[in-house]
């Protein structure tokens, strides 16, 4: 019967662990001194060898023939504690045996002493899940064990240890291990099995499993079932992640706010057969590395991938900035979390490109400072921003009211409809105000009854105007009568532009729009130079 290879190479003696040389060495150290603690707590992430280590100080501390606190691993007690036939060593699982009875069974059976060996060794895995009875009744034994009594708790979540019980025990935090020791393993088991392994291959099955040795194994014994040459196309295949190169193409078009794109790259990834989690937590992971990327000169490290995928990672960092980076990684957390709450995978990663595209849609504080830096990056650049785009949601600009003469444009007298310094001429260069339904949502928390006048309204942005299209004439009538209504709706323009505007209605009758025809960004230039207070003077050569 074949057996798997994280079984064949599960380690026997001290020598053959991989990493963990801190608990290696003091646990050599107390079996050969004869200083061996009564309890051990023994804490770390799956697959970092706690169960394993565990079986192994079980037999050092019985083993008759030790050589420098290492068991022998070929003597009787050995081999029975290896297949179980030892009585004496004890491996409970305490996410099935976790009741008050299992507990007083144990306290019953460990006053006996030993039958084949000196010690009785009680292995209780995954020891956070015993209830608050059995870790009470577990406690007193604790306190005044037999002679001949060893315990060893292992967990994945030390936190859920009552302290009562942590105090007596000697704990060891088990790390988790570099990916260059796990590649290093892989390569020698691979050897020993006689099939090919390239050493890219080693390494992504080594950032797979995400400091595990175990699960690094058992990857690595999926991929052999694939093909005797283990490629990095072959764990890609066999594991169903996203190919780097999608992924890279992804953040590029994110980068340039081309949705389209990334969402061909999505398509081209679910083809692929790439699980969603798997794409959202990859994704994750790369703007976790271009965030290191952009905050640490040298974050070799840091970043455990290829010299190639590492100036890959830091060229498109020096593209993106700090603040668009955590805006994104907040996203993918958030639809990581949509994910497992909802079977549509795909669409939750749809909506978060959508996002990742287009901050403006979002009002949190990382999409709020991406959004900053964005228009920060348009002037430097000396890119004029386009009337109606989203901008700074700083609170001063918010908090800032409109002065004399942007209130008095505000409110039209009633002999005249529309705004009494444009003509004609002037509303033919009148576009879409791209703002408005970010206006509109935020007038819903700050003014609700203006809200309720405007929710079906359209509004057309001319030089520094904002003409409102409402088919409710109670906006006019708030609009002239109401100064709070005026200064409301001041405000949210000013918070979703960053800039003032005077308001004024629109009559859809008297005025045309064209929608498709756009602002020259000459005459944007020179307005926003005369908003300035700059003197601006046009000859023709």
Known sequence: MYQALYRKYRPRTFSDVVGQEHVITTLRNSVEEHRVAHAYLFTGSRGTGKTTISKILAKAVNCPHVKDGDPCGVCEVCQGIDDGSILDVV??????????????????EAVFTPAVVKYRVYIIDEAHMLSIGAFNALLKIMEEPPEHVIFILATTEAHKIPATIVSRCQRFDFRRLHSEEIAENLQKIAEREGFSLEPQAALLIARLSEGGMRDAISLLDLCSSYAQCITVETVTSASGIARNDLLFSMAHAVLEHNLPQALEQLRSLNEGTADPTRICQQMTTLYRNLMVAKAVPDPADLIPCAPEELQEYQNLAQKYSLPTILYIMSVLQETLAAINRNVQGTIELEIALVKMCSPQLENTQEALLARIERLEAQVRQGIPARTGTAAPGMEQLAQSTPSPSDTAAAS???????????????????????????????????????YGALYRAQAYAVQDFVLIDSPDDLFRELIRTDKSARLSLHQAIIYVTGQKHRIGPFDREKYQIDPQKQPDPLDQVIQTVKDAGVPVHITNN
């Open 91 to 108: 491996e409970i699982d305490a996410a099935s045996n976790n009741g008050v009875d299992n507990i007083r069974d144990l306290r019953e």
């Open 412 to 450: 039209p007298t009633p002999a005249k409809e529309g705004p009494s310094s444009l003509d004609r001429a002037d509303l033919e260069h009148a576009v879409p105000f791209t703002g408005w339904a970010e206006v509109l949502e935020r007038l819903k928390t700050t003014n609700p009854p203006l």
